[in-house]
């Protein structure tokens, strides 16, 4: 495990897309395989207070734990220069699969996390891990190590979203210790806060 950078985002997006499917393989639903990544992973590494570990072995990276302490700022961060440059390269409307309209859509809507869970859990993170790793304690190891870095920078709280197609990562969580919290609909909200 190690500090993960902006040199590893052809591996992150790789682990992105191999597990964008609540879990599983999400290739075949999408023709730009980059796109998961560029919602879900990029922006975590060159966002400049993220906190990113990535976990490679022989065949390179197969996993990784990426997190933000101030949610708030990393979607105004989202706005203003992460995103700009992805809706003029991916115009509202293209996509050459359903699933790939889907998250150009995404790449065109303003997010905002519910304010609600922000007051006390105001970073969140993102893991994910390839079958190879996944059951070798990797998953505790590579969230405790950032969890530990936002306690440590003065975070109160960290919460996660869960699709609620995924059945194996709740009791994941719920091992770590994370708790179900309020949220908006469409994913399952996990939350833990700092001793």
Do not use: K
């Not at 530990?148 to 975070?155: C, D, F, I, N, T």
């Amino acid at each position: 495990m190690r500090e993960g950078s902006l040199h590893d985002l052809p591996g992150v997006y790789r682990v992105c897309l191999l597990t964008g499917r609540a879990g599983a393989d999400a290739t075949p639903l999408h023709a730009d395989p980059d796109l998961l990544g560029h919602l879900w992973a990029g922006p975590y590494l060159a966002f400049p207070d993220a906190v990113a570990r990535v976990i490679q072995d022989d065949h390179g990276v197969a996993g990784y734990c990426l997190a933000v302490p101030d949610t708030t700022a990393f979607e105004r961060w989202l706005d203003e220069v992460w995103l700009p440059p992805l809706r003029e390269r991916h115009p509202l409307g293209s996509g050459s699969t359903p699933a790939d309209r889907a998250l150009v859509e995404r790449l065109h809507t303003t997010h905002r996390t519910d304010a609600v869970l922000l007051a006390e859990h105001p970073a969140h993170l993102h893991v994910d891990l390839l079958p190879r790793l996944q059951g070798q304690g990797w998953g505790r190891r590579v969230v405790d190590d950032v969890v530990g870095e936002l306690s440590r920078a003065g975070v109160p709280g960290i919460h996660l979203g869960v699709d609620p197609a995924n059945s194996v990562a709740p009791g994941f969580y719920e091992r770590l210790g994370f708790m179900t919290v309020a949220g908006p609909p469409g994913a399952r909200w996990y939350g833990i806060r700092m001793a």
